[in-house]
């Protein structure tokens, strides 16, 4: 294989990718973490630029995972793993086959698997929106919280911070109305060093036209800084950008999906896929199977007969001389 072959088959088994950043190739990976980020409308979010989609258009989710790999801990031999999802509950079997040629250890084959699956089962809602190139602060990959605009504030409410806030005590440009019983999230992205904290509201219910954390802002909240609220967990997303491009001069459009913590765990693979007592490692299943003919010519000039068959990618089986029925 050519090298960047190999650079993007290794880039994709680690859940990785190399993008241009200060005219140099930059690596980041697809990790865990919290969102250090915020995009909002009015903010650096293009008013009207939004647009989601539900689910995830493959019609059928699969719920089983087939992964052939190089087992380190088996002389590097081809082996076989089967993941299957833990909510399949009686849907019938919709399978899916992955080879891996550079993950040779069973635990993060697993985890990889794994994420693959939970990926296609769980990140079912899709964002996609514009910025302006003065405010694109985003890599793909970056975990981001996405406010907007919405008939019943049901992605929260945003608008930019006027003069006069304190570390504990945040004024808005707007009224807002917090219900009872409720608990909000507040974030602030700060301007000057890109940075956003996120914070619980202990306002009490009723209109206001500034609120307070429960604890204090590490730096208070300058005139033009954005601020966004909503119903804490379910109204200020949290998202994973994934693609970031040019589109009209001075404009960026950004693809972004939910955010599902849940793909990004590492817990131990069952006792069954590892060799543990009770093993159940599949044995090499026949996907596909291949047989080619020749005919060489011996030293005293006879002609003999061989067949080669390949059953599975990687092992290969000569068959002797063909033996008529």
Do not use: C
């Amino acid at each position: 294989r050519a090298g960047w072959d190999w650079m993007k088959m290794l880039l994709q088994e680690g859940q990785a990718l190399l993008i241009p950043s200060n005219g140099k190739l930059k690596l980041i990976v697809d990790q865990a973490g919290s969102p250090n980020l915020l995009y909002s409308m009015p903010g650096n979010v293009l008013d009207g630029s939004i647009t989601q989609t539900h689910g995830t258009g493959e019609g059928l989710l699969i719920n089983t995972i087939r992964a052939e790999f190089p087992d380190a801990s088996n002389n590097y031999q081809t082996q076989v793993l089967e993941v299957i999802a833990s909510d399949i509950g009686a849907e019938p079997t919709r399978e899916e086959f992955v080879s891996f040629l550079t993950l040779t250890d069973i635990r993060r084959v697993y985890w990889n698997v794994r994420a693959q699956l939970l990926r296609k089962r769980l990140v079912k809602r899709r964002v996609s929106w514009q910025s302006p190139l003065t405010a694109l602060v985003s890599e793909p990959l970056d975990i981001a919280s996405l406010a907007y605009e919405t008939t019943n504030m049901g992605r929260g409410i945003s608008g930019f911070a006027p003069a006069g806030s304190t570390t504990t005590r945040l004024l808005l440009d707007r009224l807002v109305t917090l219900a009872v019983a409720t608990t909000y999230a507040l974030i602030v992205r700060h301007q000057a060093t890109n940075t956003v904290e996120r914070k619980v509201v202990s306002t009490a219910a009723g209109t206001w036209g500034a609120i307070a954390p429960t604890v204090a802002f590490t730096t208070a909240p300058a005139e033009g800084y954005i601020w966004a609220l909503g119903v804490q967990d379910t109204a200020i997303m949290t998202i994973k950008v994934e693609r970031v491009e040019a589109s009209d001069p001075g404009v960026y459009t950004l693809n972004a999906s939910e955010y599902q913590s849940t793909v990004y765990d590492f817990p131990a693979p069952p006792a069954d896929l590892t060799g543990g007592p009770g093993s159940r490692r599949k044995p090499l299943p026949f996907w596909r199977a291949t047989v080619a003919e020749w005919a060489p010519v011996q030293n005293d000039g006879s002609v003999s007969q061989l067949l080669a068959f390949e059953v599975t990618p990687g092992i290969r089986v000569l068959g002797g001389p063909v033996v008529s029925a």
